[in-house]
């Protein structure tokens, strides 16, 4: 599935976008260049980051247990989250135009 951020609007509020997953880096690596990402892909393995910001999928009887959810998250340059969205449903994506208003909201 692509993507459908658009970079260039999040690049010209001066927001860093960065993917995170519960892959290898090596795999990750593998799937920036599959899917032509312009941004980092960052390997949670160990999956901590993806519990502690509560994007992990903790349900034993759900076939996706300890992978990580769909999630937005905004962070301020001082470390706070700001917005955070955890999607159940993978397929599921946030409008470029609901994050680009919590980016706005930023300045």
């Not at 976008?17 to 090596?26: H, L, R």
């Not at 159940?88 to 135009?97: Q, S």
């Amino acid at each position: 599935m692509a993507l459908q951020l658009d970079l260039p609007k999040f690049e010209s509020r001066n927001a860093q976008v960065m993917g995170i997953s519960t892959d290898f880096p090596m795999t990750n690596a593998a799937w920036a260049e599959k899917l032509g990402l312009s941004f980092p892909l960052i390997s949670d393995f160990p999956r901590q980051t993806l519990e502690v910001y509560g994007m992990l999928d903790t349900d034993p009887k759900s076939r996706l247990y300890r992978y990580a959810k769909r999630a937005y998250v905004i962070i301020d340059k001082a470390g706070v989250v700001r917005y955070k969205k955890v999607l159940d449903n993978p397929r599921d994506l946030v409008p470029n135009d609901e994050l680009l208003a919590e980016v706005d909201k930023l300045k």
